[in-house]
């Protein structure tokens, strides 16, 4: 199999805040990887709180010999060197984009899923002043029904926010709280958050603070999740009985099937399971979302701030995932608008 | 898709005696469902243990209605109501092989596993007199390298019967003590059963003696298997710990997806993994046998001492796996053997 990649750097529609910090743009990697006449496609988004980098990415990928076909799929990837997560990820996107393609199937159907079974996705709203966050909120309420809420360590700021968007639409809301939070600042927020109709909390205790989390998660009228502590298979079992659901990244996980597998193994432990992105092009995002008739929430909108997303794939109706029939991944070139070339169709 | 079955009552070579009684024939149920003109096959091989007979799953069969198609697998297995697991498992293999005759791959290739990483399936001999035992022994160790000797609750015979085994053949060993021993007397064997070489002990106390195990676990010279604990994905998590692997059987799954995931959990929990089986016509077990890449033993031989066994399937060469390369499940009809009927080769 020959395997190619390129730099490609994605322009967000707004700076995006998190609690780590701000994002102008996202610099991702684009994977093709060429067996029996056809192109598979994979992307890697690279983790920064896990120290990925676009050339460190690159630097993983050059050289790299992959033996077999597309369908020694589970062979190909035991073979990989450690390192890039992401890389990994984009090579086993790619390969299940072949394995579809060279079968005329699309990945759900080759997983045996149900596309109509996807959950809707939530929008996330970045950390931002009040009337900010407000005013994004209602332009993103016609679009999407569940919304997810970014939170910092300020108690009374997020409350105010909350109360903000709350008043301004009906949408469900939903919390990541990025690791911000003490014990005893979660114990305070979270009961007033489900006063205001939240959800769930995504992550509201440090990455490592699992003892937090046992004392908490007892305490807490809102489903928790883990977010940051969750990487592979491995990272599942010593979190149940500490949150009640997980939220599975493929960037993280390094492929569609570790993530398949990390939905068996948070299934076996009856915790709940959300699909979480990077910023992504609609190779990333489409991947992930054919899996999503597998999990209980998508937060799949890692591709939808992306001002220069080469691709078309998943498409987002009223909040709900709509995945392309097309073989494999189903993601084809988006076709450049009417006027931004010389195409001979400016008439 | 149209659902078709029948009883199949399978004559054993040898009567196979184990602790908890003997079986001389075995009454399974074979599955067939048709869509788009082919047809998928799947067994039924009810596990008395937990009360089902064959009566119960054509009881179960009886005018259930599959929707949707052979790619819908995941919803068609969560529509079916809750009853017979070899049911199930008959029904998702007939499902996964239509699934591979459509798209016209064989399932290992479907799900990207190469067959040659299939470990060599071991022999299981029953319990008898330590002659007969040893006999069988020679006979079986021309055509396998693992042999599997089932244990008893009598110490001194145990013993007695693998230093005997141990004389006469070079094979390697691994024993299924089938819960009948204590922790006193596991506690006792186990050490002597590693000096003769053993490489491994299979449920050597009650099924529900996850405590026995805890103790038992850290004091043993050999890696120890559970295998009745051991039914679907929930049960793996509590025997971490307790146990260095599980045997996963198909039959006890539900079908094939469900041991994928099991398959998951138990690697998420740093468990081996065996495949086991019961006693099946070729078209069990070579459904199981498509998985057998996944997993660090198998132990394959169900339909091996089945002396009507209407289909050919996987192959075992010196104990060597060898899947067949058809489409789906791979298993054929097997041809009448010369001179059985009146079909003009007769010369």
Redesign the interface.
């Known amino acids: 199999m020959h395997l190619d990649y390129q730099p490609i750097t994605l322009n967000l529609e707004t700076p995006f805040r998190i609690a780590h910090g701000t994002s102008l743009v996202r610099e991702n990697v684009l994977v093709r990887i060429r067996a029996a006449g056809l192109e598979g496609l994979g992307e890697a988004a690279p983790v920064r709180q896990h120290h990925e980098t676009q050339a460190g990415v690159m630097d993983y990928l050059a050289g790299l010999e992959l033996p077999?076909d597309p369908?020694?799929?589970?062979?190909v990837m035991a073979s990989l060197p450690p390192g890039s997560q992401a890389a990994k990820a984009a090579i086993d996107m790619a390969?299940h984009d072949l394995?579809g393609k060279m079968?005329g199937?699309p990945l759900y159907?080759?997983?045996?899923?149900?596309p109509a079974?996807a959950p809707e996705t939530s929008f996330t709203l970045g950390l931002g002043p009040v009337a900010e966050v407000e005013a994004k909120a209602r332009a993103a309420a016609e679009r999407f029904s569940i919304l997810k809420l970014k939170l910092d360590a300020d108690e009374a700021g997020c409350l105010a926010l909350v109360r903000a968007v709350r008043a301004a639409v009906d949408s469900r809301l939903v919390a990541d709280a990025n690791c911000a939070w003490t014990v005893d600042q979660a114990l305070r927020l979270i009961p007033a958050l489900a006063d205001l109709g939240l959800e769930w909390i995504e992550q509201p205790l440090a990455e490592e603070d699992l003892e937090g989390l046992r004392k908490l998660h007892p305490e807490s009228p809102l489903p928790i999740f883990a977010d940051e502590p969750v990487r592979t298979?491995?990272d599942?079992?010593r979190l149940?009985g500490c949150v009640d659901g997980v939220n599975i990244k493929v960037m993280k996980a390094g492929g569609l099937?570790e993530a398949?597998?990390?939905i068996?193994?948070a299934?076996?432990?009856?915790l709940q399971v959300m699909l979480g992105c990077m910023m992504e092009t609609s190779v990333g995002i489409t991947a992930a979302a054919h899996l999503a008739?597998?999990v209980d929430w998508a937060d799949l909108d890692g591709n939808l701030t992306v001002t220069n997303d080469p691709f078309i794939g998943v498409l987002v109706e009223k909040g709900k995932l709509i995945l392309p029939d097309g073989p494999g991944l189903g993601v084809r070139p988006r076709p450049a608008p009417a006027g931004t070339e010389d195409s001979g169709a400016k008439t």
């Open positions: 077999g369908f020694l799929l589970e062979e390969l394995q079968l199937v159907r080759l997983w045996g899923l149900n079974r298979a491995r599942i079992p149940a099937r398949q597998r990390m068996a193994v299934r076996a432990h009856d008739p597998l």
